[in-house]
């Protein structure tokens, strides 16, 4: 069995009779409280004792620099009157009286107040500036996806990032408010000679990050189910990990050399190093599970179907998938100078190149949308031409040498429609392949 455990700290700066219940709690299971993390306390296995503990604050506290001669001085003079010094975590100081009926550490309200509401305000700024950030990036998340609504159905980005930035903006929020009506209640037993005990409005402020774990689940489910890339989204996810797992590592390393009593020049140097390199790790696995390798075996239409020839071609598929709809966009074409292809033989035509986009709805009511989208992609380039040869319920053909295509076709098959780029000329055994690959049947 373990000697030690670590538990995560949820509570707010401003609850200190919360973090005292909590060390005193532990101690009575048999759990005494021996170090501090960024988020989390550690705790060694030892008798079960009834113990008071007390939290206090020293403002020039730093987790990177060991304790300097005031600090010290705070401590001895805690000492003094039975209050043990515990461990500390920032500018946050924990004691341990083990009197029956100890005098208590804190005698002063107004000072108290005015001493806690400092640290908690600056936490306070801090959630206030992920507020505006947060804010701000859904606001572009949402502009981008009214401007173009046939990327949203199709893409669970759409979902996603508005998910969790909504929650990153109620997490804020809720922080700000919290604190907001800590301080108002605070400052006015404060002005009455009374010490505020904050209990419900700490427990909803330490419930509220939990939301964004919820978020995330739902985030996962919702790739499970529907599949597709949502490459956009997994990005803000794997950002999100490399902040945690940076922070973690910058933790950890500064507390073993705050411990080791290095210098603070070193220690935040160290701690940096350690935040970087966790950085670029989480960066680089994040790629890894980005990255797939592109493969036109279960590609419904290749240039190859179309007689082009079976020249090893470059090839770049992607797709995306939301519960409304899904996307498959694929692209074959020959690069001169990439390592993809070889140098053609002499007379050799290499230069076919298709491009195609297949929109499929998952509910019927969202195909108008989709054509609608498609088409209006387009608008003013499109002119209808016979659906028939392709299979199709509709066609439009585009002529569009502005794109740097020469021709192509938007093609509607009731539960799909597909955008396709060909830069030669279509034959009726083309337009057959093209009917069969597509769901539809050749005239």
Request: some cysteine; charged content about 20%.
């Amino acid at each position: 069995m373990s000697r030690y455990r670590r538990i995560f700290d949820l509570l707010p700066v401003y609850d200190k009779p919360g973090e005292a219940g909590l060390f005193e709690s532990m101690a009575a299971k048999g759990w005494e409280l021996c170090g501090g993390g960024r988020w989390s306390w550690k705790f060694r296995r030892a008798e079960p004792a009834k113990a008071r503990y007390a939290v206090a604050y020293y403002a020039r506290g730093s987790e990177y620099a060991p304790p300097d001669s005031d600090e010290l001085a705070f401590r001895e003079l805690c000492a003094r009157t039975g209050w043990e010094f515990v461990c500390s975590r920032g500018y946050m100081q924990v004691f341990v009286n083990r009197a029956a009926d100890p005098l208590p550490l804190d005698t002063d309200p107004e000072l108290e107040f005015e001493l806690t509401d400092r640290m908690a305000r600056k936490n306070a700024l801090v959630a206030a500036a992920a507020l505006a950030i947060s804010l701000l990036l859904l606001w572009r998340t949402l502009g981008a996806a009214l401007g173009d609504r046939l990327a949203a159905l199709v893409s669970m980005d759409a979902l996603i990032l508005p998910l969790l930035l909504s929650g990153l903006v109620l997490c804020a929020l809720g922080d700000i408010i919290c604190w907001a009506l800590w301080r108002s209640r605070a400052r006015a037993a404060a002005e009455r000679g009374e010490f505020y005990a904050s209990r419900r409005i700490a427990r909803v402020n330490a419930a509220i990050p939990l939301l964004l774990p919820v978020l995330l689940a739902l985030c996962a489910l919702g790739w499970l189910i529907c599949g597709g890339g949502g490459r956009e989204s997994m990005r803000v996810v794997i950002n999100a990990a490399a902040v945690l797992a940076a922070g973690a590592a910058g933790a950890a390393v500064s507390s073993r050399l705050k411990a080791a009593e290095a210098s603070r020049g070193k220690n935040v140097a160290l701690s940096a190093l350690a935040v970087f390199v966790t950085c670029v790790a989480v960066a680089v696995l994040g790629a890894l599970l980005i990255w797939r390798e592109p493969d036109s075996s279960d590609a419904p239409l290749t240039i190859s179907d179309l007689g082009g020839g079976d020249y090893d071609y470059a090839v770049y598929i992607e797709t995306d998938a939301s519960p409304f709809a899904e996307l498959y966009s694929y692209e074959e074409r020959y690069v001169p100078f990439g390592g993809a292809c070889p140098e053609p033989a002499p007379g050799e035509d290499v230069s076919a190149r298709l491009s195609y986009s297949v929109y499929r709805a998952r509910i019927p009511s969202v195909y108008p949308e989709l054509r609608e989208g498609v088409l209006w992609a387009h608008q003013g380039l499109t002119e209808p031409c016979d659906a028939a040869p392709f299979g199709a319920k509709e066609a439009w053909h585009i002529e569009e040498s502005f794109f740097g295509v020469e021709q192509a076709w938007i093609l509607c098959y009731g539960g799909s429609v597909v955008y396709l780029e060909y830069n030669r000329g279509l034959s009726a055994e083309n337009c057959a392949a093209i009917a069969a690959a597509f769901g539809g049947e050749s005239a």
